[in-house]
C-alpha cells in the first residue's frame, strides 16, 4: 500500500473498505449509502480522537501528521509520499514539508473527507 493509501486509511478506517462495492447483488443498492458516509468523514475530529493528537502539531506538520497515524515520518518516506503526489523535487526543507502536508490534505478532502479551509490552503 502506498504511504498516501496508509494515511487515508488511518483517517477513514472502516469505512473507507465500505465504499468498495461489494460482489452481492443487494450491495448495489446498498453502496450509495456507503459512499455517502465518507463524504461525511470529519477528519480533524478523527485525528483529535487518537491518542496522543493532542501532543504533536499534526494540524500544519507532515511528520508529526505522519507520526499520529503511525507512519514512519523518515525522510525517505516522506520523499516517496511527495513522489506519490507528484512532487518529484521534495528536498525535506520547512516549506517543502508545509506544502507536502497541505497537499495530502487537500487529496483526503478530494477522498470525501470534510477538511477546514485552513489545513488544505
Do not use: C
Amino acid at each position: 500500500m502506498s504511504i498516501f493509501g496508509k494515511i487515508k486509511s488511518a483517517i477513514f478506517g472502516g469505512e473507507a473498505k465500505a465504499a468498495e462495492p461489494e460482489a452481492a447483488p443487494a450491495a448495489a443498492t446498498a453502496a450509495p449509502a456507503a459512499r455517502a458516509a465518507i463524504s461525511e468523514v470529519d477528519v480533524e475530529g478523527r485525528l483529535d480522537s487518537i491518542p496522543g493528537s493532542d501532543k504533536l502539531n499534526w494540524r500544519s506538520s507532515i511528520v508529526d501528521l505522519m507520526k499520529l497515524v503511525g507512519i514512519d515520518a523518515s525522510y525517505g518516506n516522506r520523499k516517496e509520499l511527495a513522489q506519490e503526489l507528484g512532487n518529484s523535487d521534495y528536498s525535506g526543507s520547512a516549506e517543502d514539508n508545509i506544502l507536502l502536508h497541505k497537499q495530502v490534505m487537500n487529496k483526503i478532502a478530494a477522498a470525501g473527507g470534510i477538511v477546514p479551509a485552513d489545513l488544505k490552503d
